[in-house]
């Protein structure tokens, strides 16, 4: 069973630029979140999909980011326009169901950001 | 605010001995609780939860111990092996089933 995959798996762009990263969770898992981590802090939320609706997109920095997930497979993170400090690590992860025991999130590898 | 810590960035244990990776929680509301091991240029793995009605949890190699009074938990991996050198996180939850919290990680180097 393929894991989840994300791409690209690094992006350096200029401040000021746009950039999307994309997401592709484990066949099947209705839930899908990405998180954060800035260098030397911990993993921060950023927001949960259940199928295609946003679910809780409380840990989202500000309006310059706009994650989709059209038709509840894959999602799209959007940097726009991307600044210095939105540099990092963006995970994405999924899940199967939200009750203990099937909640497990498995993680991709991440896409590296970095923003000159 | 961060409501998850490990203090430690990070650890060196020989091989074979046993190593014990802290973390500390702020939130009362947390009633279940993770880790994480993470290799460089991968995503963080599943490794081993518990959940606040018990106070152990093992797993092979792995025992992940809570003290919900001090809100404190702690993993033990024994015997430690070089391939569990590793970033290792700590996550915790609120039965909100869904944002995890995590911790800046402890660094585990094994050595042989």
């Known amino acids: 069973e393929a894991g989840v995959t994300q791409f690209p798996s690094h992006s350096v762009i200029e401040k000021g630029q746009t950039v999307t990263l994309r997401c592709d969770p484990i066949s099947g898992h209705d839930n899908l979140y990405w998180y954060r981590r800035v260098m030397g802090k911990e993993i921060k939320f950023l927001l949960h999909?259940?199928?295609?609706?946003?679910?809780?997109e409380s840990g989202m920095p500000n309006n310059r980011f706009l994650a989709e997930r059209t038709g509840g497979t894959y999602s799209t993170l959007k940097v726009q326009p991307a600044e210095l400090e939105d540099s990092g690590v963006y995970f994405c992860?999924?899940?199967?169901?939200?009750?203990?025991?099937?909640?497990?999130?498995?993680f991709g590898p991440g896409t590296r950001l970095t923003v000159l | 605010d961060q409501q998850v810590k490990q203090n430690s960035p990070s650890l060196s244990v020989q091989e074979g001995r046993i190593s014990i990776l802290n973390c500390d929680y702020t939130n009362s509301m947390f009633d279940y609780f993770l880790w994480y091991k993470k290799y460089p240029a991968e995503g963080p793995t599943f490794l081993i939860s518990?959940?606040?009605?018990?106070d152990k949890n093992e797993d092979g190699r792995f025992t992940v111990f809570l003290n919900k009074s001090a809100k404190h938990l702690s993993l033990h991996i024994v015997p430690s092996q070089p391939g569990d050198s590793a970033v290792y996180f700590c996550?915790?939850?609120?039965?909100?089933?869904?944002?995890?919290?995590f911790g800046k990680g402890t660094s585990l180097l094994v050595t042989p």
């Open positions: 992860a999924s899940s199967l169901g939200l009750g203990r025991g099937t909640d497990t999130q498995y």
């Open positions: 518990i959940s606040s009605i018990k």
């Open positions: 999909f259940v199928k295609e609706s946003k679910q809780d």
């Open positions: 996550a915790a939850d609120s039965n909100s089933g869904y944002a995890l919290n």
